[in-house]
């Protein structure tokens, strides 16, 4: 009897590494220290954001499907900032948003996003903590980005 061999990929080890972590962790310090060099460089930010939004609507599913919103919120946020059409906001919130951002980006991270499936969890929880954090001021960016609408809609008619 010939015992034939398995072509399955070979599932990815656990890390032993928790998401909740990730906000600790060295890679989200370094975000965050890079965040403020991309804020006050609006070119490497724009081209911060269309990474950021190239990848994240590459991967609107799996994972990233509960936070996505709130990624691509913290995203138009920024760039409503980078372009000053939006600057009522504390620096402190846009250097969170932003480190979020890169975090995001980076494929290097406190969980690799390389592995299947649990690569993208820190990024959830980066993504999580930041939001929670910003709460407030991103109630009020997304009050002002539908403000911003309704007055285009506004126009329009008249």
Do not use: C, H
């Amino acid at each position: 009897m010939t015992v034939k061999k398995s072509r399955k990929t070979p599932k990815a080890k656990p890390s032993g590494k928790k998401p909740e972590d990730a906000v600790k962790s060295e890679d989200f310090q370094r975000a965050k220290t890079k965040a403020e060099e991309y804020v006050r460089d609006p070119e490497k930010a724009k081209k911060l954001i269309e990474a950021a939004f190239k990848k994240a609507k590459a991967k609107r599913k799996g994972p990233l499907g509960e936070v996505w919103k709130y990624l691509t919120s913290l995203i138009r946020l920024v760039r409503a900032y980078i372009r000053r059409v939006y600057t009522e906001v504390p620096w402190e919130t846009i250097v969170l948003a932003t480190a979020a951002i890169i975090y995001f980006v980076s494929p290097i991270d406190f969980i690799p996003d390389f592995i299947p499936v649990v690569g993208y969890v820190d990024d959830v929880a980066i993504i999580s903590f930041v939001v929670a954090s910003i709460k407030t001021d991103l109630d009020n960016f997304l009050d002002w980005e539908a403000d911003q609408e309704t007055e285009t809609s506004d126009d329009e008619m008249t």
